[in-house]
């Protein structure tokens, strides 16, 4: 037996746009002069218990997995990761980045030291921003 939405949402005591939502959530189309079979109707109202069982399955097995990774190392979390890279990478950066001006100035402009100090930390600083907002020095 086939169903039109109105004769559905009346004999399974639902509203149309009930009905219609579920169906359409199961992936069928929605139009007039449509018509649908009991099973169509059924999981429109009641959902598909195999479809959630499986889903609720593959759910599982996919935090397991991810949880073996976390344990075997292969795997770190956002925070962990970002703690990382900042202590590991940029941070001995940006230590030597700040010791540039005092280093370099002598080097670069014997007679005006200072000049030259205050070139290169302005210099650094850009460079500095730049790694902070990667997105704004886009070409």
Not at 30 to 47: D, E, M, P, R, Y
Not at 69 to 85: H, M, N, S
């Amino acid at each position: 037996m086939k169903w039109t939405i109105n004769k559905a949402a009346s004999e399974f005591r639902c509203s149309r746009e009930t009905l219609t939502r579920g169906l359409r959530a199961n992936g069928h189309e929605v139009a007039k002069g449509n018509a649908f079979t009991t099973l169509q109707i059924h999981s429109a109202l009641a959902g598909d218990l195999k479809f959630e069982r499986v889903r609720r399955e593959r759910a599982q097995a996919d935090k397991l997995e991810m949880q073996n990774k976390i344990r075997d190392g292969q795997l770190v979390e956002l925070p962990v990761a970002e703690r990382e890279l900042y202590f590991n990478l940029w941070l001995p950066i940006k230590q030597q980045l700040d010791l540039m001006p005092e280093q370099l100035a002598a080097l670069c402009n014997p007679e005006s030291p200072e000049t030259a100090r205050l070139v290169i930390f302005t210099h650094v600083e850009q460079i500095k921003s730049q790694m902070r907002n990667p997105k704004s020095n886009k070409p």
